[in-house]
């Protein structure tokens, strides 16, 4: 399974990197990490880490209701994050290292506090009026229909000074735009253009399934049934989300976003993902565009909801695998800003397999920042919470504050993240003596030794960054196998996601060397593939090629 596309380029072969700015690197002392904090460490990402590719959470001006998911202005940083020379410097150290720059498009909706929403809610014969998303109350005066907002709550708010509801699909201080008004759609690409012109590789587009609902604001139909692929959002999960969002009409729009990175990309590749929280793949894959003319990489989720056992596991990347399309590329997310990290959801030991899994798989990996070191949630005291989430829908736990926390540099007070006299604006998880770059770098055994050696193989064989997947018969086994072959390459990855031995039977697998191993140290040994054990945890990558 698995097609090779014609060329390879480095949103295929590259690994992304997801930096959350508020939380890699302070370099001014105020608590909050910045985008000089993020030049400062660009030797650590293209050197000692090597990947290929960051990708910028929101920097934008923003007054942080939802953390810079909420733009007042598409076209600067937030003073916070410094400056757009700050930015250049950024965009132009990383091409130096060889590292691609992608950054978060915030396409659905804006702050309520950007000119355009100040304008638009000024009165009703507003200019800007029919930017954003309003209607008329329903006859009894309550919200014009029931779509609910991601975080809770009804997705409308009644402006008392117009007397009509807005739209906004997630916060009420976050209106969503109206992308029916070619206008909107004009002064958005506009923003793109911008980035693109300050050499931006790539975007990350927010929400990318939301942009256009359903022009007649039907009802959404109940949703009766218990089988969830992510995780509980309260009640927005009581309705199926079909009119609130993905109306086909978005299609041509990616259409025209594709377009436009097209037009930018005759000296070098510039490439769209976009956020698609859609698990009947079928759907997923077709925001890659009839004629594979959409998004590059529709960001797949699949492996954030799943129960962390290898038939689930395995029935994830065979779905993916399975629509797609010769031409089509897959990609796999582990961990972002919104998910619990994966070493809180599948524990530490199996957070070393997972880092296998996602370094492994045919497709494009996103590592969020940390998990390389085996980052845990950090629980936070309630007088620390910053992220509104945790509040609408109280008891759920939908904060993320604990997957956003500052990064562990080193052992120090504050980890190396901010000065030692300076408040982080989340605290430091305690576990940072131990699980830091410093410490694990100088341990084989570490996290981060792991996931350094995995990107360098990954880099070193094509069978692992281009190679086809055939995923192996292991009957009722509680473990995942799978070959990557490229040409005379040939490597199998079998891992372990139980905390017992396993023995495996490797149908015609023969002999091959063991490259590396998420618990044994000792490399280079021969091994019968007809007879595999693998111990407690364990995953390895066992080298085929030349047998
Ligand atoms: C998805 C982002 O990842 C999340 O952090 C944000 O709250 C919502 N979109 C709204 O922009």
């Given at each position: 399974?698995?097609?090779?596309?014609?060329?390879?380029?480095?949103?295929?072969?590259?690994?992304?990197?997801?930096?959350?700015?508020?939380?890699?690197?302070?370099?001014?002392?105020?608590?909050?990490?910045?985008?000089n904090?993020?030049?400062?460490?660009?030797d650590?990402?293209?050197?000692?880490?090597?990947?290929?590719?960051?990708?910028?959470?929101?920097?934008?001006?923003?007054?942080?209701?939802?953390?810079?998911?909420?733009?007042?202005?598409?076209?600067?940083?937030?003073?916070?994050?410094?400056?757009?020379?700050?930015?250049?410097?950024?965009?132009?150290?990383?091409?130096?290292?060889?590292?691609?720059?992608?950054?978060?498009?915030?396409?659905?909706?804006?702050?309520?506090?950007?000119?355009?929403?100040?304008?638009?809610?000024?009165?009703?014969?507003?200019?800007?009026?029919?930017w954003?998303?309003?209607?008329?109350?329903?006859?009894?005066g309550?919200?014009?229909?029931?779509?609910?907002?991601?975080?809770?709550?009804?997705?409308?708010?009644?402006?008392?000074?117009?007397?009509?509801?807005?739209?906004?699909?997630?916060?009420?201080?976050?209106?969503?735009?109206?992308?029916?008004?070619?206008?909107?759609?004009?002064a958005?690409?506009?923003?793109?253009?911008?980035?693109?012109?300050?050499?931006?590789?790539?975007?990350?587009?927010?929400?990318?399934?939301?942009?256009?609902?359903?022009?007649?604001?039907r009802?959404?139909?109940?949703?009766?049934?218990s089988?969830?692929?992510?995780?509980?959002?309260?009640?927005?999960?009581?309705?199926?989300h079909?009119?609130?969002?993905?109306?086909?009409?978005?299609?041509?729009?990616?259409?025209?976003?594709?377009?436009?990175?097209?037009?930018?990309?005759?000296?070098?590749?510039?490439?769209?993902?976009?956020?698609?929280?859609?698990?009947?793949?079928?759907?997923?894959?077709?925001?890659?565009?009839?004629?594979?003319?959409?998004?590059?990489?529709?960001?797949?989720?699949?492996?954030?909801?799943?129960?962390?056992?290898a038939a689930?596991?395995?029935?994830?990347?065979?779905?993916?695998?399975?629509?797609?399309?010769?031409?089509?590329?897959?990609?796999?997310?582990?961990?972002?800003?919104?998910?619990?990290?994966?070493?809180?959801?599948?524990?530490e030991?199996?957070?070393?397999?997972?880092?296998?899994?996602?370094?492994?798989?045919?497709?494009?990996?996103?590592?969020?920042?940390?998990?390389?070191?085996?980052?845990?949630?950090?629980?936070?005291?309630?007088?620390?919470?910053?992220?509104?989430?945790?509040?609408?829908?109280?008891?759920?736990?939908?904060?993320?504050?604990?997957?956003?926390?500052?990064?562990?540099?080193?052992?120090?007070?504050?980890?190396?993240?901010?000065?030692?006299?300076?408040?982080?604006?989340?605290?430091?998880?305690?576990?940072?003596?131990?699980?830091?770059?410093?410490?694990?770098?100088?341990?084989?055994?570490?996290?981060?030794?792991?996931?350094?050696?995995?990107?360098?193989?990954?880099?070193?064989?094509?069978?692992?960054?281009?190679?086809?997947?055939?995923?192996?018969?292991?009957?009722?086994?509680?473990?995942?196998?799978?070959?990557?072959?490229?040409?005379?390459?040939?490597?199998?990855?079998?891992?372990?996601?139980?905390?017992?031995?396993?023995?495996?039977?490797?149908?015609?697998?023969?002999?091959?060397?063991?490259?590396l191993?998420?618990?044994?140290?000792?490399?280079?040994?021969?091994?019968?593939?007809?007879?595999?054990?693998?111990?407690?945890?364990?995953?390895?990558?066992?080298?085929?090629?030349?047998?």
């Amino acid at each position: 399974m698995g097609h090779r596309s014609e060329t390879s380029l480095w949103w295929q072969t590259g690994v992304i990197y997801q930096i959350y700015p508020r939380s890699f690197q302070d370099s001014n002392g105020d608590g909050t990490g910045d985008l000089n904090g993020i030049t400062q460490r660009l030797d650590y990402l293209a050197e000692t880490l090597g990947v290929d590719a960051i990708w910028l959470s929101p920097f934008y001006p923003s007054p942080m209701k939802d953390f810079g998911y909420d733009i007042t202005n598409y076209l600067d940083v937030d003073p916070i994050f410094g400056t757009l020379e700050d930015f250049d410097r950024l965009v132009a150290e990383a091409h130096a290292r060889d590292l691609q720059i992608i950054v978060d498009f915030v396409p659905n909706h804006t702050s309520e506090e950007h000119p355009w929403f100040q304008e638009s809610r000024s009165s009703r014969g507003n200019q800007r009026r029919e930017w954003y998303v309003w209607r008329d109350p329903s006859p009894d005066g309550g919200p014009p229909n029931n779509w609910l907002a991601v975080p809770g709550g009804s997705a409308w708010e009644l402006d008392e000074h117009t007397g009509q509801y807005y739209l906004h699909s997630f916060l009420k201080e976050q209106p969503d735009l109206n992308w029916r008004n070619p206008l909107v759609e004009d002064a958005m690409f506009d923003v793109l253009r911008f980035w693109l012109e300050r050499g931006v590789d790539g975007f990350r587009i927010d929400m990318a399934q939301r942009i256009l609902k359903d022009p007649d604001f039907r009802d959404n139909p109940p949703d009766t049934s218990s089988d969830r692929p992510y995780k509980s959002l309260g009640r927005y999960d009581s309705q199926l989300h079909v009119y609130d969002q993905g109306h086909p009409d978005i299609h041509a729009v990616y259409r025209r976003v594709r377009h436009l990175l097209d037009s930018y990309s005759s000296s070098r590749p510039r490439m769209a993902g976009g956020e698609i929280h859609i698990f009947d793949y079928s759907q997923w894959a077709s925001y890659y565009g009839i004629e594979l003319d959409e998004l590059h990489l529709p960001f797949n989720f699949g492996l954030i909801g799943v129960p962390w056992e290898a038939a689930a596991v395995r029935r994830v990347v065979d779905s993916i695998e399975g629509v797609m399309r010769p031409g089509s590329w897959p990609n796999y997310v582990l961990g972002n800003h919104d998910e619990h990290r994966i070493a809180t959801r599948a524990g530490e030991a199996q957070a070393r397999v997972a880092m296998m899994l996602l370094l492994t798989l045919r497709g494009t990996p996103t590592v969020y920042y940390g998990d390389e070191l085996g980052m845990t949630d950090v629980p936070i005291p309630a007088e620390r919470i910053q992220d509104p989430w945790e509040r609408t829908e109280p008891g759920l736990g939908l904060g993320r504050d604990p997957e956003r926390t500052p990064m562990q540099w080193d052992a120090s007070p504050n980890s190396g993240f901010c000065p030692p006299e300076a408040r982080p604006w989340l605290p430091i998880s305690e576990n940072c003596g131990r699980v830091n770059v410093q410490q694990e770098y100088d341990d084989a055994g570490s996290m981060l030794s792991l996931a350094r050696t995995l990107l360098t193989l990954r880099r070193q064989h094509p069978s692992l960054h281009l190679g086809s997947y055939h995923p192996v018969e292991l009957g009722e086994s509680p473990c995942f196998a799978y070959w990557r072959e490229e040409g005379d390459e040939r490597h199998l990855v079998a891992l372990n996601f139980t905390g017992e031995s396993q023995n495996l039977h490797i149908p015609n697998g023969g002999g091959g060397r063991l490259r590396l191993s998420t618990t044994n140290p000792d490399s280079d040994l021969v091994v019968d593939l007809a007879r595999l054990t693998l111990s407690p945890n364990e995953g390895c990558i066992v080298d085929l090629r030349g047998r």
